[in-house]
Each structure stands twice: as C-alpha cells, then as structure tokens.
C-alpha cells in the first residue's frame, strides 16, 4: 500500500498563488508516477498535472498550462503543484494520486489516491 496526504490548500484572490504538497509513505518503491487531479462540486474528476516518479517530462492540461508546474522531490517522497495566477475556476478539492506503472490523464490508471486538499479562488 501506499499512503498519500495532501496539504497546502486553502482560500485566496485571484492572481495569488499556492503550493500544493502530497506526502507518499509505504511502499513509494512500487510508484511509477504520480499526478494531480481536482473536482470541483458538481463535475467530474478532471486531470490536472502528472509526472513519472524517475523525474524527467511532465504532462499538463490544457486549462493549467503555464500557470501550474508538478515537481517531485524523489528523497523525501513528496510531489508538489506549484499554482500560479489563480483564477476562480480552479476552485475545487485536489488530489494527488500515484499509479505502479502509469503517470497519465486517465484517473482509473492510478493505484492510490490521498483525500483532498480545498482550494478556493475568490473573484
């Protein structure tokens, strides 16, 4: 199993900017890659960012292009979401998932999902 935690989460304008974390623990040796995904209240699970665990490239929607960046720091198990220039549209609970062989769009890929982190962008 492994466990995943997010935080960093929480209520700002638009334009601000917050740092998403996700803590992975257990067993992070079987991780192939890791992503973000977000839901907001009425909608379906939507892709956000994802990685493979090796490091290297980067996959992004269209939506979050050049505004947010994923980033790992393999030794200390942590995948981050760097948010920049939010807008109220991004409001919604974040995720951070890890799958044991895929790091893609597809959210039914991924093994292991943490419980959330609020973000709120106000107009």
């Known amino acids: 199993q492994v466990q995943l935690v997010e935080s960093g989460g929480g209520l700002v304008q638009a334009g601000a900017s917050l740092r998403l974390s996700c803590a992975a623990s257990?067993?992070?040796?079987?991780?192939?890659?890791m992503g973000w995904f977000r839901q907001a209240p009425g909608k379906e699970r939507e892709f956000v960012a994802a990685?493979?665990?090796?490091?290297?490239?980067?996959l992004s929607a269209d939506p979050v292009k050049g505004r947010f960046t994923i980033s790992r720091d393999r030794a200390k198990n942590m995948l981050y979401l760097q948010m920049n220039s939010l807008k109220p549209e991004d409001t919604a609970l974040y995720y951070c998932?890890?799958?044991?062989?895929?790091?893609?769009?597809?959210?039914?890929?991924?093994?292991?999902w943490g419980q959330g982190t609020q973000v709120t962008v106000s107009s």
């Open positions: 257990g067993r992070t040796f079987v991780v192939g890659g």
């Open positions: 998932a890890a799958g044991t062989a895929y790091w893609g769009r597809n959210p039914d890929s991924y093994n292991y």
């Open positions: 990685m493979p665990w090796s490091g290297g490239a980067t």
